[in-house]
């Protein structure tokens, strides 16, 4: 899971789901999921701060390639 540098939304991965879930930290609400076509290992918010689109970076569990992924896009 990471933390984004504002501290106002919060990312999961799930490796067994294949899939990354988007939590608003205040109301700690999921408001986005998404569906990978890959076996996610860790993940980090690499935006800057003053973006409104999150990007996370996301490793595959599977292959040594990461992944940088909009949270909030399908």
């Not at 540098?5 to 998404?34: G, W, Y």
């Amino acid at each position: 899971m990471a933390l984004s540098s504002n501290e106002q939304r919060l990312a999961t991965v799930c490796p067994l789901e294949q899939s990354m879930k988007l939590f608003d930290v205040a109301s700690f609400d999921v408001i986005h999921i998404l569906k990978l076509d890959f076996v996610p290992s860790v993940c980090e918010f690499v935006h800057k701060a003053t973006s409104f689109s999150p990007l996370l970076a996301i490793a595959d569990a599977t292959k040594p390639v990461i992944k940088i992924v909009n949270a909030e896009q399908s």
